[in-house]
T-cell receptor, first 112, second 112 residues
Framework: KAGVTQTPRYLIKTRGQQVTLSCSPI?????VSWYQQTPGQGLQFLFE???????NKGNFPGRFSGRQFSNSRSEMNVSTLELGDSALYLC???????????FGEGSRLTVL | GENVEQHPSTLSVQEGDSAVIKCTYS??????FPWYKQELGKGPQLIID?????GEKKDQRIAVTLNKTAKHFSLHITETQPEDSAVYFC???????????FGKGTTLSVSS
C-alpha cells in the first residue's frame, strides 16, 4: 500500500512569490491535514479537509489556504511569501475519524 | 485555544537507561493522545496511542500513561537503544475531534 506522497520535496522561492504544495493521501483515506514544522515550534496545525470540505483551521493568516479534490488529493497554497514561511510542510492522511495520522515526508520550503 | 505543553525539549540518556517525556493538555474534551517519532529527513510515525477511557498502555519497551484529572500524559521508554534517538512528539485532539494539536517535541539522544 503506497504511503502519503508529497510534491515537491524541496523548493526555493523569493519573498512575495506564491507556492502550491501537493499531497496524495493513502488510498481510501478521506481526511487530509496540513502542518507547518519549524525548529523550536514543533508541528503547527494549518487545516484539515474531509470529503472536499475544510473541517478545521489553525491560527494562520489568510495567505495560507488549501483545498481538497474529489479523489482526496489536497493542495495548499501560500501567497505573498515571507521569510518566516520557510519550513517543512507536512501532510497527513486519515480515514476520517479520530485515529492515526499517516504523514508524508514533507515539502521543505525555503524563502529567500 | 487548545494547547499541548511538552517537556523536556532535549533528553540525553545512556543506552539501557529509561527515558520519560511528559505532556500536559488544555482542553478537557480531548480524548485521543498519540505519540509520534520523527527520524531525520522523515515524517513523524505513530509509535503508541491512548484513548481517554484507558489509564495506561504498553507495547514492548514503550508505555504511555494518562491522568485525565490532571490533564497529563507521559511516554516511558525502557532499555533505551541508540536507534531510539529521534524527535518525539505528543499530541491531543482538539475540541472538535477533527485535528491533532502537537507539543513542540523532545529530542532524545541515546549514547552507547
Amino acid at each position: 500500500k503506497a504511503g502519503v506522497t508529497q510534491t515537491p520535496r524541496y523548493l526555493i522561492k523569493t519573498r512575495g512569490q506564491q507556492v502550491t504544495l501537493s499531497c496524495s493521501p493513502i488510498s481510501g483515506h478521506r481526511s487530509v491535514s496540513w502542518y507547518q514544522q519549524t525548529p523550536g515550534q514543533g508541528l503547527q496545525f494549518l487545516f484539515e479537509y474531509f470529503s472536499e470540505t475544510q473541517r478545521n483551521k489553525g491560527n494562520f493568516p489568510g495567505r495560507f489556504s488549501g483545498r481538497q479534490f474529489s479523489n482526496s488529493r489536497s493542495e495548499m497554497n501560500v501567497s505573498t511569501l515571507e521569510l518566516g514561511d520557510s519550513a517543512l510542510y507536512l501532510c497527513a492522511s486519515n480515514v476520517g475519524n479520530t485515529g492515526e495520522l499517516f504523514f508524508g515526508e514533507g515539502s521543505r520550503l525555503t524563502v529567500l | 485555544g487548545e494547547n499541548v505543553e511538552q517537556h523536556p525539549s532535549t533528553l540525553s540518556v545512556q543506552e539501557g537507561d529509561s527515558a520519560v517525556i511528559k505532556c500536559t493538555y488544555s482542553d478537557s474534551a480531548s480524548n485521543y493522545f498519540p505519540w509520534y517519532k520523527q527520524e531525520l529527513g522523515k515524517g513523524p510515525q505513530l509509535i503508541i496511542d491512548i484513548r481517554s477511557n484507558v489509564g495506561e498502555k504498553k507495547d514492548q519497551r514503550i508505555a504511555v500513561t494518562l491522568n485525565k484529572t490532571a490533564k497529563h500524559f507521559s511516554l516511558h521508554i525502557t532499555e533505551t537503544q541508540p536507534e531510539d534517538s529521534a524527535v518525539y512528539f505528543c499530541a491531543a485532539t482538539n475540541q472538535a475531534g477533527t485535528a491533532l494539536i502537537f507539543g513542540k517535541g523532545t529530542t532524545l539522544s541515546v549514547s552507547s
